[in-house]
Structures are given as structure tokens and as C-alpha cells.
């Protein structure tokens, strides 16, 4: 147990202060390391939360690392916000944001990220390294639920920090417009939804084993990360193609006993890969995978196959 948290941790705090040395480059700022550690600091520039929103927020939040394992880097969000981005020491009395906007119930933001996920541009504007602290005794067992998979567990990217950094100021501070951007938000998305349904209706009534054959699956799966490593991309592929085919060979009038068998052997597929990969299949891929299989259904005369696939899915 002792080997495990040292890897996890990089070492035990007894949950009292502590301040580490971190060196400096001539401009005198830390230099960005090249992999994240337990007890590193990062600052970023918050983004607006919607498109609704005021388009610029001019305001800093923090994260810290306060696990890493084989497979994920446990990240906390801090309490903190500032008007410029934070000196360690400015950071020091931060602690982890309880998330209460909405639907959040007190919960602590904190979630596992893949390594693969990990990066320095995209996710989050100006992210920048502060330095280090101690990861403390509530934090480790943060992490450890995380490289469990303990219930309750969340996995994102970075992008969740952005979330519930500024997601929290804005509860806290400036509810009321953001109450209101979040409701024309939601009419928007819900607008979008409704559009993008009637779309795929309409292409359901057309669509036929050529056209599905011509089309490559999971086109959007581009860049990993964030989307799936390209050679579970590349396999998933083949296999969506290679279910067509067999679809296709039973004929305009299959038996829903030949297509159910098909469809399955393609889910258990998707099931196995996910598992090998780490469990790379998040809610788009997810999306995307249950919207080609309902097509695979349509096409082969078999819709009512569409709503066993959630009993056969482990993703």
C-alpha cells in the first residue's frame, strides 16, 4: 500500500503545510513541466460559460494535481479567483471548490483525466504552471477514489475545470444573468436538438447498405486526444463496415434473429475494445456509436432491435 501511494502521490503529507522550492526561468516565471506530478499548481484564464455570455471574463482560477496514476491525473479545482494569474503564494489559501450551480449538490471538483488527454493548449486558456504544495490527507483520498474507479468517480478533460471554476464564480456573484443565459442556452441547445432529430428522420427514411457503406463512421473522432486513440478509431471503423456487410448479405427481409445476433457481436465489440483502450468511449463517442447502430437497425427493416442495444453495452 505504502509503494502504491508513493506512486500515486510522490509522497505522504501529514495534511500540515508545507512549502517546496520551484525553480524559475529568467522572466521568472516556473517553466511548464513536462509531465504532470502530485502537488503541482496550474493557473488558467477563465473562458465564458456559454455562448450568452459577456465574451470576455477576465478572471484566473487554479487547479491542482493531486494524484497520478498509470492511467489518469486526479485534478482538483481551487476556490480561488484572481484578477491576473496567481503567484503560488496568492494560491496557498485556496482550497476545493464545493460545486452548488444548479444541479450541483456540494459535491468537490475534482476528476481523473487521462494521460493522453493532458496537454497544454486547447483545453484551457493561458494554462500555466504556478508551482508546488503539498497534497494533503482529503485530497489523496480525492485521487485514490479516482484510481480506484470508486463509485462516484468523475472523468473529464481539462475543460471541466473551466466548467466549475467559472460556472461557481458566476453562482456565486452574478446569478441572475447567469440563470438567465443558462435558460436561453438550453432553448438554443433544445432548438438544435429538435432540428438535428427531424434531419435524422429524414435521413432514416432514405437511407440504404450503399450509402452506409460509402460513409465513414465516426468522422468527427479527430483529434485523439480528446477523441479515441487513431487506432481504436481506425478498428471501430472496420468493424462498423464489416457488420454492414453482413447485414447486407441477409437479404431486404432478414430474420431479426440474424440481425439481433449481428448487432450484438458488433456491441460486445465496442465492448472489449473500450476495456483494452482504457475506456476511451465518453458520451459523444458514445452518442455516435448508438447512432450508427440504430441505423445499422433501420436499414436492415429491424428498428425494434434499437432498444436492446442498451442491455448489451458496457460503455
Keep these: 500500500m505504502k509503494d502504491f501511494l508513493t506512486r500515486l502521490f510522490g509522497g505522504v503529507s501529514d495534511g500540515r503545510t508545507e512549502k517546496l522550492t520551484v525553480p524559475v526561468n529568467a522572466t521568472g516565471f516556473a517553466p511548464f513541466p513536462n509531465e504532470p506530478v502530485s502537488g503541482q499548481i496550474y493557473s488558467f484564464r477563465t473562458r465564458p460559460d456559454s455562448e450568452f455570455s459577456p465574451p470576455a471574463t477576465d478572471r484566473y482560477a487554479a487547479i491542482k ?3 497520478v496514476d498509470d492511467k489518469h491525473v486526479a ?8 484578477a491576473t494569474p496567481p503567484s503560488i503564494a496568492e494560491v496557498g489559501s485556496s482550497s476545493i471548490i464545493n460545486e452548488h450551480r444548479f444541479a450541483h449538490t456540494g459535491r468537490a471538483a475534482v476528476f481523473g483525466v487521462l494521460h493522453d488527454w493532458w496537454r497544454r493548449e486547447g483545453d484551457l486558456d493561458e494554462f500555466s504552471f504556478v508551482g508546488m504544495q503539498a497534497v494533503f490527507r482529503r485530497e489523496q483520498q480525492f485521487a ?3 484510481a480506484t474507479y470508486a463509485a ?3 472523468f473529464s478533460t481539462l475543460r471541466a475545470a473551466n466548467h466549475a471554476a467559472e460556472g461557481e464564480w458566476r453562482w456565486a456573484n452574478d446569478r441572475e444573468a447567469f440563470v438567465i443565459e443558462n435558460e ?3 432553448a438554443k441547445d433544445a432548438a438544435d436538438r429538435a432540428a438535428k432529430e427531424e434531419r435524422y428522420r429524414t435521413r432514416l427514411s432514405k437511407l440504404t447498405w450503399d450509402q452506409l457503406q460509402s460513409e465513414t463512421p465516426f468522422e468527427r473522432w479527430s483529434p485523439s486526444p480528446p477523441f479515441p486513440p487513431e487506432e481504436f478509431t481506425t478498428a471501430a471503423r472496420a468493424t462498423i463496415h ?7 448479405e441477409l437479404g431486404p427481409k432478414p430474420k431479426r434473429a440474424d440481425v439481433r445476433a449481428i ?3 458488433t456491441v460486445i465489440w465496442f465492448n472489449d475494445a473500450d476495456e483494452k483502450a482504457g475506456g476511451v468511449i465518453e458520451t459523444e463517442e458514445r452518442e455516435d456509436i448508438c447512432a450508427v447502430l440504430e441505423e445499422m437497425a433501420h436499414c436492415a427493416r429491424q428498428k425494434a432491435l434499437v432498444d436492446e442495444i442498451d442491455e448489451w ?3
Aim: charge should be positive; include cysteine; glycine fraction near 10%.
Design 65 to 67: 494535481v493531486v494524484g
Design 184 to 186: 436561453k442556452k438550453n
Design 263 to 265: 448487432l450484438k457481436k
Design 313 to 315: 453495452r458496457e460503455w
Design 75 to 82: 485534478v482538483a479545482v481551487l476556490d480561488g479567483i484572481w
Design 144 to 146: 485514490h477514489e479516482i
Design 242 to 248: 464489416d457488420a454492414c456487410a453482413a447485414l447486407k
Design 152 to 154: 462516484g468517480s468523475r
